[in-house]
């Protein structure tokens, strides 16, 4: 099998899982008991809390264990809404983001908030002096998506957090669950406030992620119970899920330094070879993630795509593989101005640095047979 679909979800690393089954089988205590036991849990957790934050460049203090990107964002954006409703009722965010963040938002609007969802070029970025002319007195949170799950866009966040370094009512939150171990963040250099999270995007495992939160920030809690993570998520800790997530960063991040020149090879052969296959068109920019390219299939549905490539034993997605089921035109191609059917016939390929280049090679010679097999039974039945 060759799976090109990692930013759906990536294989857990072996030393990943083998950390994971240790510390279930060794540290099973609760981590808020008072025993012994208990403390060398909580040990166990805080390191790992040390070591994520040494490798984002923060303080241990500013990191919040939680679920994944879905909790991260949704943490993020209905706290920081709900703490700062004194402040205003105003919140901007792209016309791209992410189910999580488009949901949670969509949820504040009935809650009488307004949101702005800025449009993007055709490219599918979105420009800092467009958020910037957004802002109003009542603006209290910007919520960007640093790496664009669907196109691979890579949104220009750093200048976004400079600019509104004038606006300090303002919060800025970051997705960055896409971009981790892809994509070079620097959290204080950005002025990020917030930024999400999730392991299983780099190799670390499902039902784990973080939401890194800078000091001064203040959040309304989603679950209220024990009072764990600073009273801003309760519930036991996944002390395993934590601990091997510490271990899946350190590994994606140094994947992503002595490595992330692999992927980019990988990547200008796919687009290069892309390119001259009749009938393909090419949605990611060429300045886009490292990890991500998006194209169309001309009067090919995305679905047909996904299952002949299956049937030869290579895995891809239809774009966005949270709403991939509801078999709808992806919003992202819509706002970069993508006619209807050209979208619904939008596949995603996403590497790792487990792909090799004759993966790549076999992807476009199935490709190009497969389209020539249909184009030739579209041509026999017109």
Do not use: W
């Amino acid at each position: 099998m060759i799976y090109l679909d990692n930013s759906a979800t990536t294989r857990p690393n072996d030393e990943v899982l083998d950390a994971y089954i240790k510390v279930n089988e060794n540290f099973f205590a609760n981590a808020s008991s008072l025993h012994n036991f208990g403390g060398k849990v909580e040990q166990l957790i805080t390191k790992a809390r040390e070591q994520i934050a040494d490798l984002a460049g923060v303080k241990p203090s500013e990191i919040i264990f939680t679920s994944g990107g879905t909790e991260g964002n949704n943490l993020a954006i209905k706290g920081a809404a709900i703490n700062y409703q004194a402040r205003g009722n105003h919140i901007i965010t792209t016309a791209v983001e992410h189910p999580s963040v488009k949901e949670p938002c969509k949820q504040l609007e009935g809650m009488g908030f307004k949101i702005t969802y800025l449009p993007v070029n055709a490219e599918g970025a979105v420009s800092a002096s467009a958020v910037e002319a957004a802002i109003t007195d009542e603006t209290i949170l910007v919520s960007i998506i640093h790496v664009n799950n669907e196109i691979g866009t890579v949104q220009p966040v750093k200048e976004i957090g400079r600019l509104l370094q004038k606006y300090p009512k303002v919060i800025y939150h970051v997705d960055h669950v896409q971009g981790a171990g892809k994509v070079a963040l620097d959290l204080y250099e950005s002025h990020i406030d917030l930024c999400t999270f999730s392991a299983h995007k780099f190799n670390g495992l499902k039902g784990s992620g973080f939401l890194f939160k800078k000091q001064s920030v203040k959040l309304a809690p989603l679950l209220t119970g024990g009072n764990q993570e600073q009273k801003l998520r309760s519930g036991t800790e996944n002390t395993g899920g934590i601990v091997a997530m510490a271990k899946a960063y350190r590994l994606a991040e140094s994947n992503r330094i002595h490595k992330g020149h692999k992927l980019l090879q990988i990547r200008e052969f796919l687009l290069e070879n892309l390119q001259s296959i009749p009938g393909v068109i090419i949605h990611t920019p060429v300045n886009g993630a490292p990890h991500i390219i998006c194209l169309s299939c001309k009067g090919q549905k995305g679905e047909v795509m996904v299952h002949a490539l299956e049937e030869e034993g290579i895995i891809v997605s239809t774009t966005s593989a949270c709403s991939s089921k509801e078999q709808l035109p992806s919003s992202t191609l819509k706002a970069i101005g993508v006619e209807n059917d050209i979208a619904q016939g939008a596949i995603r390929v996403s590497l790792s640095t487990e792909n090799t280049l004759e993966e790549a090679e076999i992807f476009i010679k199935k490709l190009t047979e497969i389209l020539q097999r249909l184009n030739k039974v579209m041509r026999r039945n017109q």
